[in-house]
């Protein structure tokens, strides 16, 4: 999401690095292209004016000038500002009463229906919470049956809201019959309205007043920017709004809605939506939002990802199979179909510190999930015994499995003698030898489970030759055509 603000930052930190000391006229040079980096990332103008002249009071300080680095100490100042224009630390839930109950407010279309269910589901998953799901947008079509798909699909019980009911009635209902189901949370999924709307706002006025929710989150949709911002302030002076959300996370806006709301409206952006799965919500970490912002990566979130992925049991079991040459193609889908499961390649690469720049340096060489299903296809041409004991795949066998998986000869062959390379690598880091190169110079990436080290190698490797291979290629057949 903050792509184009950390390409601009990352070249801005290069020209002070490169200063041997700082001055004011270089500290404001620097200065006027993170301002102009901000405001293109759509952040509001009174913000990025007030952590401008924050960062320039810290960085002509006396600490910085006498510092033997100061171009290191000024991106230590501007990541410390950015985590406190982020809110400082991660504000979850008040998780104290029982029943919790949390009203979800904002504009129509912002992603309330979806936050309520994904809401939901990390509360259950994180905390052992019992939700208990309210309708009660009673406007929009099929919003009543859109809650109540949702809460069908992941097994919580919701509210039986019809269009002639009044939402204040639903909202009161509800708590009675969540105390009836034995729920210990009470999520009410308001209709979507803008600020404008008088009557709209008088009810959800009356809502907060009948049922007196310990949280209102207002959900804002990231991509709007500044909009976002401007009304989740309005909702704020009519609601006393307690958090925000923000949706569509992994989406390609600038970023300005994260980077101005906390400032502007006083209250924490609490969530974030990364995806389109219900799985795919977090607790916003304004220190872990700031290192990504610099391109520092955030390790701790990708270790979090991946300890909901990878069992320790199953983890301990895939080592001894790696030291003992037990790893098998089978063993190879698994760990791919988890590796899939955090994310796209892309996406683990931002999160690991120094190996963001590297999506972009890889170029035709990235990994797409199509490529991955691909290499699924060909592991699940072969048959149980192929698969545990990929040597004895000979051309007849390669051919079959080729025309079984769509694709060629020579892509089973590359993905064979790639997992092979891969399974060399393995066996030597489990016992302290010098790794093997990929083919094609490639950098071994990561291999879910026990480790994090081989697979995107492996992957990268797999299947089509690479550019330079290519090249070659051609090279040998001009010269047999020239003989």
């Given at each position: 999401?903050?792509?184009?603000?950390?390409?601009?930052?990352?070249?801005?930190?290069?020209?002070?690095?490169g200063h041997a000391r700082l001055d004011e006229t270089n500290v404001q040079e620097a200065l006027r292209e993170v301002r102009l980096a901000l405001l293109e990332a759509d952040v509001n103008f009174k913000v990025v004016k007030g952590f401008t002249e924050r960062v320039r009071e810290r960085a002509l300080g006396q600490d910085v000038m006498k510092s033997l680095t100061p171009g290191q100490m000024v991106v230590k100042i501007v990541h410390e500002e950015i985590i406190n224009l982020l809110g400082g630390e991660a504000k979850p839930l008040d998780l104290t009463s029982r029943p919790l109950v949390v009203m979800m407010v904002?504009?129509?279309?912002?992603?309330?229906?979806?936050?309520?269910?994904?809401?939901?589901?990390?509360?259950?998953?994180?905390?052992?919470?019992?939700?208990?799901?309210?309708?009660?947008?009673?406007?929009?079509?099929?919003?009543?049956?859109?809650?109540?798909?949702?809460?069908?699909?992941?097994?919580?019980?919701?509210?039986?809201?019809?269009?002639?009911?009044?939402?204040?009635?639903?909202?009161?209902?509800?708590?009675?019959?969540?105390?009836?189901?034995?729920?210990?949370?009470?999520?009410?999924?308001?209709?979507?309205?803008?600020?404008?709307?008088?009557?709209?706002?008088?009810?959800?006025?009356?809502?907060?007043?009948?049922?007196?929710?310990?949280?209102?989150?207002?959900?804002?949709?990231?991509?709007?920017?500044?909009?976002?911002?401007?009304?989740?302030?309005?909702?704020?002076?009519?609601?006393?709004?307690?958090?925000?959300?923000?949706?569509?996370?992994?989406?390609?806006?600038?970023?300005?809605?994260?980077?101005?709301?906390?400032?502007?409206?006083?209250?924490?952006?609490?969530?974030?939506?990364?995806?389109?799965?219900?799985?795919?919500?977090?607790?916003?970490?304004?220190?872990?939002?700031?290192?990504?912002?610099?391109?520092?990566?955030?390790?701790?979130?990708?270790?979090?990802?991946?300890?909901?992925?990878?069992?320790?049991?199953?983890?301990?079991?895939?080592?001894?199979?790696?030291?003992?040459?037990?790893?098998?193609?089978?063993?190879?889908?698994?760990?791919?179909?988890?590796?899939?499961?955090?994310?796209?390649?892309?996406?683990?690469?931002?999160?690991?510190?120094?190996?963001?720049?590297?999506?972009?340096?890889?170029?035709?060489?990235?990994?797409?999930?199509?490529?991955?299903?691909?290499?699924?296809?060909?592991?699940?041409?072969?048959?149980?015994?192929?698969?545990?004991?990929?040597?004895?795949?000979?051309?007849?066998?390669?051919?079959?499995?080729?025309?079984?998986?769509?694709?060629?000869?020579?892509?089973?062959?590359?993905?064979?003698?790639?997992?092979?390379?891969?399974?060399?690598?393995?066996?030597?880091?489990?016992?302290?030898?010098?790794?093997?190169?990929?083919?094609?110079?490639?950098?071994?990436?990561?291999?879910?489970?026990?480790?994090?080290?081989?697979?995107?190698?492996?992957?990268?490797?797999?299947?089509?030759?690479?550019?330079?291979?290519?090249?070659?290629?051609?090279?040998?057949?001009?010269?047999?055509?020239?003989?």
């Amino acid at each position: 999401m903050f792509e184009s603000l950390t390409d601009r930052l990352d070249s801005v930190f290069k020209k002070i690095r490169g200063h041997a000391r700082l001055d004011e006229t270089n500290v404001q040079e620097a200065l006027r292209e993170v301002r102009l980096a901000l405001l293109e990332a759509d952040v509001n103008f009174k913000v990025v004016k007030g952590f401008t002249e924050r960062v320039r009071e810290r960085a002509l300080g006396q600490d910085v000038m006498k510092s033997l680095t100061p171009g290191q100490m000024v991106v230590k100042i501007v990541h410390e500002e950015i985590i406190n224009l982020l809110g400082g630390e991660a504000k979850p839930l008040d998780l104290t009463s029982r029943p919790l109950v949390v009203m979800m407010v904002g504009l129509q279309g912002s992603g309330k229906t979806t936050s309520t269910a994904k809401l939901a589901l990390w509360l259950r998953r994180e905390h052992k919470r019992k939700p208990y799901l309210v309708p009660a947008d009673v406007y929009r079509p099929a919003a009543i049956e859109q809650l109540h798909k949702l809460a069908s699909q992941l097994d919580f019980p919701a509210y039986p809201s019809t269009t002639d009911m009044k939402p204040e009635d639903i909202c009161k209902d509800a708590l009675n019959k969540a105390a009836e189901a034995g729920c210990d949370v009470v999520i009410l999924d308001t209709a979507g309205r803008l600020h404008i709307d008088e009557p709209l706002m008088d009810e959800l006025a009356a809502i907060k007043a009948g049922v007196h929710p310990q949280e209102i989150l207002f959900v804002a949709d990231a991509m709007t920017g500044q909009d976002a911002v401007n009304v989740a302030d309005s909702f704020n002076q009519r609601l006393d709004i307690s958090g925000v959300v923000l949706t569509k996370m992994d989406g390609d806006a600038r970023g300005g809605a994260a980077l101005s709301i906390k400032e502007v409206t006083g209250k924490p952006v609490k969530f974030v939506g990364v995806g389109e799965k219900a799985s795919e919500f977090e607790i916003f970490h304004p220190d872990r939002a700031a290192s990504r912002i610099l391109g520092m990566g955030d390790i701790l979130s990708l270790i979090e990802k991946a300890q909901t992925e990878f069992d320790a049991s199953e983890a301990e079991e895939m080592q001894r199979k790696l030291r003992q040459a037990q790893f098998t193609l089978d063993d190879f889908r698994t760990q791919m179909k988890r590796v899939k499961k955090l994310g796209s390649l892309e996406s683990i690469l931002k999160l690991i510190p120094g190996m963001g720049k590297l999506t972009k340096q890889l170029g035709e060489i990235q990994m797409p999930d199509k490529e991955m299903a691909r290499l699924e296809a060909i592991i699940g041409s072969m048959t149980v015994k192929e698969r545990k004991d990929p040597k004895i795949i000979n051309p007849s066998r390669k051919e079959r499995i080729a025309k079984g998986s769509g694709t060629s000869v020579g892509d089973v062959t590359s993905l064979l003698k790639n997992f092979e390379q891969m399974r060399l690598m393995m066996q030597r880091m489990m016992g302290g030898g010098k790794m093997p190169a990929m083919p094609g110079g490639r950098m071994p990436m990561g291999l879910g489970g026990p480790n994090m080290a081989g697979m995107a190698g492996a992957l990268a490797g797999a299947g089509r030759p690479s550019p330079t291979k290519k090249k070659k290629d051609k090279r040998e057949k001009r010269k047999k055509k020239r003989r």
